[in-house]
């Protein structure tokens, strides 16, 4: 299943969120909008939370 959705970028890591490929580490399947990710969710790289990813 493709997606359109928005890739968002961690400000201080450069991690990519792309919901395509969901966040297999943290338990996100593929699909789900980062808008739709839960609130304590935090990067798989460095750690911080939703608050400190931009659109790319």
């Known amino acids: 299943m493709a997606t359109t959705e ?3 970028v961690c400000r201080d890591c ?3 969120y792309d919901p395509a490929l969901g966040d ?3 338990g996100i399947p593929k699909g789900v ?3 739709a ?3 304590d969710w935090l990067c ?3 750690g911080v ?3 400190d ?3 790319w």
């Open 6 to 8: 928005k890739k968002y």
């Open 14 to 16: 450069g991690y990519v």
């Open 24 to 26: 297999e580490s943290m």
């Open 33 to 35: 909008p980062f808008d």
């Open 37 to 39: 990710l839960p609130p």
């Open 44 to 46: 798989s790289i460095c």
């Open 49 to 51: 939370g939703k608050g």
């Open 53 to 55: 990813f931009v659109p």
